[in-house]
């Protein structure tokens, strides 16, 4: 996915965009960069492959030069960013994060209008930040210019400009992604997750809402465009890619974690299963709220038969090759025999995509001794590649083990009702679903959390939630 943080401060901003932006780190793996402008020299940036070391040790040696007032900068999961621009709108730094599905149709109409070229990157892609500053560069000033983008774009998009008068945050036009202002004595900043500037000494001033765009510099923020009715925010920041810190929409992740176990364990309950787990446990780290809200309904004692090593492995050093993460996914998690031997586990993981990982989890968890592994996801099955958010790394919606599932079942040409059909929990082709998943994967039982639970735990109206992974419906 993607994080980004920018900062306009009476002094220097250059701890504080550091910090910031590193506190980023766990929503991408891929390349980290900054962008600063400084009074009478201009803008000045550094961008760095972080896929096997940590933002801070690639970035440590950089700041001196990253020295000035007004800032941005990312974590990316795609493209090197923040790039600098200099157009007939005078020179910027953007930051992007999100996804542009109708790439191609925008390059082609950028031709048209006589752009003359892009920079290409590895495997012929254009860097989709370029693009965006192309798309806002039609227009005659830079907020209209992100109206005009954020119109044309296909998919999710939102953006940070820095200017050297200070900085422009566009929230993508359905909100799928948050954007909030901090503000102290003599600074503001604008930040994807909400924690990444409290111990800077930011208070919460302004949560934009969808579409909405903003002006913030040393002295004061305005709002440049107003926030559009409409508000489709990704479900899964909550489930999984959000850190347990973070709030959006005045709704705390840790908090939503909680009363998402809570309610698994209360269909548990009311199900009339003969599930009797010894512990409750959560596949670290994103899994342990979900098992601490599972624990505390049940009664069930909640423990942690494997600990996460986070030294050498934390969540964002992850390579590319599916093989490797795989590896590494074992590598990270170190058992305690003493509370796996001989013991009946109900394990909580975020959500299962295509099963790999928690497959050979259960398997190990065997090896290790234990009686029975029971798995309790803590969203529904995952039927649909996001097509809004680079959330998944997926290159086909059949690394899904359930799209794997269906098609045995229905073949390559299944329709939209179909598959509609399968997102249904009370239906017949979802519980046979369910089922062959659990014993292609070896669990003892299996039950997902069911949509009509998850939003409940969100607590927003369905309406303003993006469900699209789970039931299509975005």
Sequence with gaps: MGGFFGVASKKSCTLDLFFGVDYHSHLG??????????????????IHNIENTPFRTKFDRDLDELQGT????????????????????????????????????????????????????????????????ALINQKADLTEGLLYAQDQIEGSMSILIMTKEGVYASRDKYGRTPIVIGKKEDAFCASFES????????????????????FFNQEGMEILSRPREEMHICSFLWVYYGYPTSTYEGINVEAMRYECGRLLARRDKTGG???????????????????????????????????KYTPTWPRSFMPQSQLQRNLIARMKLIPVDVLIRGKRLLLIDDSIVRGTQLGETTEFLYQSGAKEVHIRPACPPLLFGCPYLNFSRSSSELDLVTRRIIRDREGDDVSQETLENYADPDSANYQEMVEEIRKKLGFTTLRYHRLDDLVESVGLSPCKLCTYCWNGKG
């Design 195 to 214: 924690f990444a500037y409290i111990n800077l000494g930011y208070e919460d001033y302004h949560e934009l809402g969808p579409g909405e765009i903003v």
């Design 70 to 133: 007004i800032g941005i900068g990312c974590i990316s999961d795609n493209e090197p960013q923040p790039l600098l621009i200099h157009s007939h709108l005078g020179s910027f730094a953007i930051t992007t994060v999100g996804k542009i599905n109708n790439e191609e149709q925008l390059i082609r109409d950028a031709f048209a209008s006589g752009h003359i070229h892009f920079m290409e990157m590895s495997q012929g892609r254009i860097n989709a930040t370029e693009l965006v500053a």
């Design 29 to 46: 793996t891929k390349r980290g960069g900054m962008a600063v402008y400084r009074e009478g020299c201009g803008f000045f940036r550094a």
């Design 273 to 307: 299963t003969d599930v009797s787990p010894d512990i409750v446990a959560g596949v670290p780290d994103s899994g342990t709220a979900h098992a601490v809200g599972y624990a505390n309904e049940s009664g069930v004692p909640f423990a942690r038969p494997f600990i």
